[in-house]
């Protein structure tokens, strides 16, 4: 999951970045309104956080976003824990309103929620044959055998999973697992995927290349790829 942590509270937003990182989140952070509504039409993100905000406030930004069609789901972190703004902020198209000071488990389990919100049938497990993703805990198995991953891999293979049965443009994939402040190789997803596919090899589970298209996870055919 791909986060746009909107703060000016510099202390407050390198603090928050790095309890989210430290769970494998990857997190960009800026500190106006108007260079996030800039980013969002550049770049994909899975999860924004928005806060009281300079330029242009938090729910500006989310009545344009909700004004030109877009889905992203946001969670509404602020000082205020006035019911009149919160029931606002719902109603222009928050999916979440938390009061700060916010506890990061708190925080983490609503962004799962929003995230089971998301797929088909609202489980908390998502399945490609005998590979499975939990996303209470963000952790994948292999026939009930958990599939240990570093970062970056467990960010391709979670993209991957979160869009079965679609496939996935290099492009996006290198969103998913780089910051904005990251240098970005187009290489590194291939080398990410090389090696996912070498620890998948005892799943009936597979990464297909669609050339021109990108990359899609299928289960393998019986007797075969």
């Known amino acids: 999951m791909k986060i746009l942590l909107v703060e000016d509270n510099l202390e407050l937003a390198q603090s928050l970045a790095g309890l989210l990182r430290q769970h494998a989140f990857v997190v960009d952070h800026v500190d106006r309104g108007d260079a996030a509504d800039q980013l969002l039409s550049q770049s994909h993100y899975d999860l924004l956080l928005d806060l009281n905000l300079p330029q242009l406030s938090g729910k500006a930004l989310l009545r344009r976003l ?8 946001v969670i509404v972190l602020t000082a205020s824990d006035s019911l009149d703004q919160k029931v606002l902020c719902l109603e222009i198209g928050a999916d979440d309103y938390l009061v700060k000071p916010v506890e990061v488990r708190e925080l983490l389990a609503r962004m799962q929620a929003i995230a089971r919100r998301q797929m088909p049938g609202r489980e908390n497990h998502v399945r490609c044959g005998n590979l499975q993703l939990d996303l209470r805990t963000r952790l994948f198995s292999v026939a009930g055998e958990e599939l240990a991953l570093p970062p970056r891999e467990r960010s391709v293979l979670e993209a991957l999973m979160l869009h079965n049965g679609s496939a996935l443009p290099k492009q996006r994939l290198m969103d998913v697992i780089y910051g904005m402040d990251e240098e970005a190789s187009a290489d590194a997803v291939d080398l990410y995927v090389h090696r996912l596919r070498k ?27």
Not at 204 to 224: C, E, H
């Open 66 to 73: 909700r004004e030109r069609g877009d889905s992203l789901p």
């Open 199 to 225: 620890k998948l090899q005892a799943s009936d589970t597979t990464i297909m290349t669609l050339r021109g298209v990108g990359y899609l996870l299928k289960q393998k055919l019986a007797g075969g790829d």
